[in-house]
């Protein structure tokens, strides 16, 4: 899934988060969890100068070199367009149903008001 972009080889610490920063280099900061204390601010290990490119998500791999994968957008836009359909369909049966129960309530008042008029 993913393919390697750059190879540099890095090796990696324990208690240290690795990344590539916005200039193509790899970086790396202390993790909030990573024992002892938490020193501010990233340093660059290793100057890279990779281009990004736009919609992959570039990382450091295990081996310490950099690598991207294709990021995933817009999971489930199949299943949501089949929950609209449900809906306006409902929507169709709703209003059948309401035009009915006019009818019915139209009909009613016409045969009360023969009624009246009979007993007149």
Known sequence: M???????GIKK???????VDKH??????T???GGGKAKRGAKKVAKVG????KGYLYFVDKKGDISRAKMARGGRKKKAKKKAKKKVVKKKAKKKAKKK????????KVVKKKAKKKRR
């Open 101 to 108: 129960v006019v009818k019915k309530k139209a009909k009613k």
């Open 2 to 8: 993913a393919e390697k972009v750059a190879k540099v």
């Open 24 to 29: 193509g280099d790899i970086s790396s900061a």
């Open 31 to 33: 993790m909030a969890r």
């Open 50 to 53: 990779i281009k990004k490119v």
């Open 13 to 19: 610490e324990g208690g240290k988060l690795y990344f």
